[in-house]
C-alpha cells in the first residue's frame, strides 16, 4: 500500500458526477470513491434522506477520519477518484481536502437539473449547490490551485475530446477505456444507489443530449432565476473543448488587454464586464431604437461633456423618448463609471440611452413602458488611428442617409449605413470609407468629418447629410483661431483627391491625417503644416478644457 494521488471532482446533484466516476473506474490506475463526505454532511446538517438512520450507521461520519483516512488515505493503485456534491463541503474539515489533490468543478446547467431534481427531495437553492461550487472555485483560486472546469453537455456532446482534455489539465493520460462501462449497478455505488441512480445504471457511456428538451416546470422558475448567475459565471471558466460538433471560436486578444476587467453601467447600476448586458425585450435589440454620445477623458475631465449631453438629449427628444433620465442622473453615472474603474485620463465612454425595455416585442413605442435604458461604457482607449504618420481612406458606394430618409444630426444607434460603407473599406484596406451624399458630393467618413486644405484655405462639408460632430465644431473654431480662412460648403470628390492635406475628425481619433485617398496621394504623402497646427491646438485645448470628474473622498 501506499500514498495515492487524489483527484476531486466537485459538482451539483444531475450534473452526470456519478457517469464520471463510473468512467474513471475504468481505468486500470484508478480506484474511486463515491461521496465519502456524505455522512458527514448530513450527520453535521441535520438534513433528512430516506437513507439516513442506514447511512450513518455504516459509514465513517467523523470528518476529520473521512479526510485523512480515507480520502488520503493509502491504497493499491496510483490515483483516487473522489467524487462529492458541493454541499458536502462542510465547515470544520481539515484543509488537506482543499490544499492537497487535483479538483474538477463539474457543472451543469439549471435548465438540465431542475425539471429531474425531485425524486429524492423538493428541489431547492441550497439542495443544487450551485453558489457552494463558485465558493469552491473562489477558495482553491486563492490557494493557487485554479481548478478545471467542465460542463456536462460538453461530455454528452464530445465525451472523447472532454475527457482528453481534462486529462491532460490532470496531467494523466487518456485511456479508451474511459468511453464506456457495463450497465447496471456497481459495488462502488453509495447505498443511496436506488433512489438517485436508476437512469445512470441503464447507462453504458455518456449518452448524447436529447435534440430538443422537455418543458421546463415555469413552478421552477424563481429557483432557475437564482442559480443561473452561478452556473453562468462558472460556465464562462470552462475548459475550452475542440470537437467535431462544437468548436468555440478562440479567445480572442483585446486591442488594449487591461479592458478585459472593466464595469460599465447598465440601466441604474454597474456591473462587470461580462455582465454588462441589455434585455432581448430593449428597444436596442428589437429595432437599434437608442441614442449614443462618445466621450472622452483628458487629465480628470471629460472633453465637452455638456456639448455632448445636449446632444444626447436632442437626439432622444427628435425621436420622441418618455421616461427620459434627468441631466444630472446622467452626470452622476458617468461620474461613478470612471471613478468606479479608475478611469481619469486616456479614456473613452459609449454613453447610450435607448428607449427602453418593451412589455412585448414589436415596433411600437406604446410597448415602452419600463423607461429608458442608460448605459455607460468606458474604456481604456488611445486615440484608434494613426495620427503621426497618417491613415488612408477609400471612397464608398454605399451613400450618406438623406434627411428624407433619416436625419444623420439624431445620433441614433441604427448605424448599418454606416457598417455598410465601413464594410467597404475593410475590403480595400483601408482604415475608413468616404460616403457621399445622393448628388455624389462629399458627407462624410463612416465614422467621422472630414476637411481639406487647399491652398491655405480650409474647406469641410455641409453638415445636411452627417452629423455635425462636436469634435468638428472644436476644430472648425481652432481654425478661425489660428487665422487660416474656413469654407464651409459642398464638395466634389475629386477635390479631396487634389488637395493638399485632408484629415477627419472625431471623439475616438480625434484629428487624424489622411495621406492616401482612392488610391491617390494626399500632397507629399506626409502629415500637412496646417494639420500639425491645428492638432498642437487641439491638444493644448483638450489640456485646458473639461468638466472635472468628482475626487473620489473616502469621508
Not at 419600463?370 to 481612406?393: F, M, Q, R, S
Request: charged share 25%; hydrophobic share 35%.
Amino acid at each position: 500500500m501506499e500514498e495515492v494521488e487524489v483527484i476531486h471532482s466537485w459538482s451539483a446533484p444531475r450534473s452526470l458526477s456519478t457517469c464520471l466516476v463510473y468512467s474513471f473506474a475504468q481505468r486500470e490506475d484508478m480506484e474511486v470513491l463515491d461521496e465519502p463526505l456524505y455522512a458527514t454532511f448530513l450527520r453535521l446538517t441535520g438534513v433528512n434522506r430516506p437513507y439516513r438512520g442506514e447511512l450513518l450507521s455504516k459509514m465513517e461520519s467523523d470528518g476529520n477520519k473521512v479526510v485523512k483516512e480515507v480520502i488520503f488515505g493509502p491504497g493499491g493503485k496510483k490515483y483516487r477518484f473522489c467524487k462529492h456534491m458541493a454541499k458536502q463541503h462542510v465547515p470544520c474539515l481539515p484543509d488537506d481536502l482543499m490544499k492537497k489533490g487535483k479538483h474538477i468543478i463539474l457543472i451543469r446547467n439549471p435548465l438540465d437539473i431542475l425539471p429531474s431534481f425531485d425524486k429524492v427531495v423538493p428541489p431547492s437553492f441550497q439542495e443544487l449547490g450551485l453558489a457552494d461550487l463558485v465558493s469552491i472555485y473562489s477558495e482553491l483560486c486563492q490557494l493557487g490551485k485554479r481548478p478545471v472546469i467542465i460542463d456536462s453537455d460538453d461530455l454528452q456532446r464530445d465525451p472523447e475530446a472532454t475527457l482528453r482534455g481534462l486529462c491532460e489539465d490532470l496531467d494523466i493520460p487518456f485511456q479508451t477505456a474511459m468511453l464506456r462501462w457495463e450497465a447496471g449497478p456497481k459495488p462502488i455505488d453509495g447505498l443511496w444507489a436506488p433512489w438517485w441512480y436508476e437512469s445512470v445504471h441503464k447507462s453504458t457511456g455518456f449518452s448524447p443530449p436529447r435534440e430538443y428538451p422537455a418543458p421546463f416546470p415555469l413552478s421552477l422558475y424563481e429557483l432557475l432565476e437564482q442559480s443561473l448567475p452561478f452556473y453562468n459565471m462558472l460556465r464562462r471558466r470552462v475548459r475550452k473543448t475542440s470537437s467535431l460538433l462544437k468548436t468555440p471560436l478562440p479567445e480572442p486578444d483585446l486591442p488594449v488587454p487591461e479592458n478585459k476587467k472593466l464595469l460599465a453601467w447598465v440601466g441604474d447600476e454597474i456591473v462587470p464586464r461580462d455582465d454588462a448586458k441589455v434585455s432581448v425585450f430593449d428597444s436596442i435589440v428589437q429595432g437599434g431604437d437608442g441614442v449614443w454620445e462618445g466621450l472622452r477623458v483628458y487629465n480628470g475631465k471629460i472633453f465637452k461633456l455638456e456639448e455632448h449631453l445636449d446632444r444626447l438629449f436632442d437626439s432622444a427628444k427628435a425621436l420622441a423618448f418618455i421616461n427620459v433620465p434627468s441631466r444630472e442622473e446622467v452626470k452622476q453615472a458617468i461620474f461613478r463609471t470612471l471613478i468606479r474603474n479608475g478611469m481619469m485620463d486616456n479614456a473613452h465612454i459609449r454613453l447610450t440611452l435607448t428607449r427602453g425595455k418593451k412589455v412585448t416585442s414589436g415596433m411600437s413605442p406604446a410597448f415602452n413602458l419600463y423607461g429608458c435604458t442608460l448605459i455607460v461604457l468606458p474604456e481604456w482607449k488611445p486615440p484608434v488611428y494613426d495620427n503621426a504618420h497618417g491613415i488612408t481612406l477609400v471612397t464608398a458606394t454605399t451613400r450618406r442617409n438623406s434627411p428624407n430618409s433619416l436625419d444623420s444630426k439624431i445620433h441614433h444607434n441604427n448605424l448599418l449605413n454606416n457598417i455598410l460603407a465601413k464594410v467597404e473599406g475593410n475590403n480595400a484596406n483601408a482604415d475608413d470609407a468616404i460616403m457621399l451624399d445622393k448628388d455624389g458630393y462629399i458627407s462624410e467618413t463612416n465614422a467621422t468629418n472630414i476637411f481639406l486644405v487647399k491652398k491655405g484655405r480650409v474647406l469641410t462639408p455641409h453638415a445636411d447629410y452627417c452629423l455635425p460632430g462636436i469634435t468638428r465644431a472644436s476644430v472648425m473654431e481652432l481654425v478661425v483661431k489660428e487665422k487660416f480662412i474656413l469654407e464651409e460648403r459642398r464638395i466634389s470628390l475629386s477635390e479631396f483627391h487634389t488637395a493638399d492635406e485632408v484629415w477627419t475628425t472625431g471623439t475616438m481619433g480625434e484629428l487624424s491625417p489622411v495621406v492616401k485617398l482612392d488610391g491617390r496621394i494626399i500632397g507629399d504623402g506626409k502629415v500637412g503644416r496646417v494639420t500639425r497646427r491645428l492638432q498642437k491646438a487641439y491638444k493644448k485645448l483638450t489640456e485646458e478644457s473639461g468638466v472635472p470628474i468628482p475626487t473620489y473622498n473616502s469621508n
